[in-house]
C-alpha cells in the first residue's frame, strides 16, 4: 500500500518547455487534488476532482491543466511553463469514511524549477 | 479577504507548555476543518479533522470548532520539541463542497 505516489520527484525545465506531473493512489478514494507550495506560504489549490471524469478549477487554475485518467490517476500539466510556476507541487487525495471522519493524504511532492 | 486565514507566526512556547494555534474562516456554512502538521521539506500529514461544534480531543491535540464565530483552533498540551513544525487549517468549502481550501499556516518552534 503506497499511499499517494508522484512522479517525477525533481524537475527542471526552461520557459516555454511542456511536461506533466503524474499521480497515483492505491486508497480507491473518489476525490483527488492538485496543491502548489511556494516557500513560506500555504497550499493553493490548482484543481481538484471530486470523482472519476470530473475535474474542477480551483484557486490558481491559470497555467495548468489536469485530467483525471481512472479513478486511481490524476495528472497535471504545464503546457508553456513560467518562472512563475517554480514551486513544490502536491498532490492529494480523500475520501469520507462511513463514520462521517474525513481523511486526506499527500504525496511526497514534486519540486519544479522553471528557468 | 482570504478564505481561510492564520498567523503565519513563529510561535515561540517553551517546552511543556500549552501550544495555541488560531485560524479564521470566511464560509459561513463550511461543515469540515483540518489540522495539518508539515515538517520542513515534507508534505502535510492529517493529525486533525472536526465538523462538530465544541472540542474533539487526540493524545495532546485537542482542536476547537466554534461555527458561530467561524473560528477553529488547535492546542497542544505538554509541547515537546518534535513538535516544532508549520500548521496548516483546511476547510471543505460549504460553497464548493469538494474544495479543500489551505490557510498560509503558522510556524511553531518549541524551545527547550
Known amino acids: 500500500n503506497a499511499g499517494v505516489t508522484q512522479t517525477p520527484k525533481f524537475q527542471v525545465l526552461k520557459t516555454g518547455q511542456s511536461m506533466t506531473l503524474q499521480c497515483a493512489q492505491d486508497?480507491?478514494?473518489?476525490?483527488m487534488y492538485w496543491y502548489r507550495q511556494d516557500p513560506g506560504m500555504g497550499l493553493r489549490l490548482i484543481y481538484y476532482s471530486a470523482s472519476e471524469g470530473t475535474t474542477d478549477k480551483g484557486e490558481v487554475p491559470n497555467g495548468y491543466n489536469v485530467s483525471r485518467l481512472n479513478k486511481r490517476e490524476f495528472s497535471l500539466r504545464l503546457e508553456s511553463a513560467a518562472p512563475s510556476q517554480t514551486s513544490v507541487y502536491f498532490c492529494?487525495?480523500?475520501?469520507?469514511?462511513?463514520?462521517?471522519?474525513?481523511?486526506?493524504?499527500f504525496g511526497p511532492g514534486t519540486r519544479l524549477l522553471v528557468l | 479577504q482570504k478564505e481561510v486565514e492564520q498567523n503565519s507566526g513563529p510561535l515561540s512556547v517553551p517546552e511543556g507548555a500549552i501550544a495555541s494555534l488560531n485560524c479564521t474562516y470566511s464560509d459561513r456554512g463550511s461543515q469540515s476543518f483540518f489540522w495539518y502538521r508539515q515538517y520542513s521539506g515534507k508534505s502535510p500529514e492529517l493529525i486533525m479533522f472536526i465538523y462538530s461544534n465544541g472540542d474533539k480531543e487526540d493524545g495532546r491535540f485537542t482542536a476547537q470548532l466554534n461555527k458561530a464565530s467561524q473560528y477553529v483552533s488547535l492546542l497542544i498540551r505538554d509541547s515537546q520539541p518534535s513538535d516544532s513544525a508549520t500548521y496548516l487549517c483546511?476547510?471543505?468549502?460549504?460553497?464548493?463542497?469538494?474544495?479543500?481550501?489551505f490557510g498560509s499556516g503558522t510556524r511553531l518552534s518549541i524551545r527547550p
Open positions: 483546511a476547510v471543505r468549502l460549504y460553497s464548493s463542497a469538494s474544495k479543500i481550501i
Open positions: 486508497m480507491n478514494h473518489n476525490s
Open positions: 492529494a487525495s480523500s475520501e469520507v469514511t462511513s463514520g462521517g471522519r474525513e481523511t486526506q493524504y
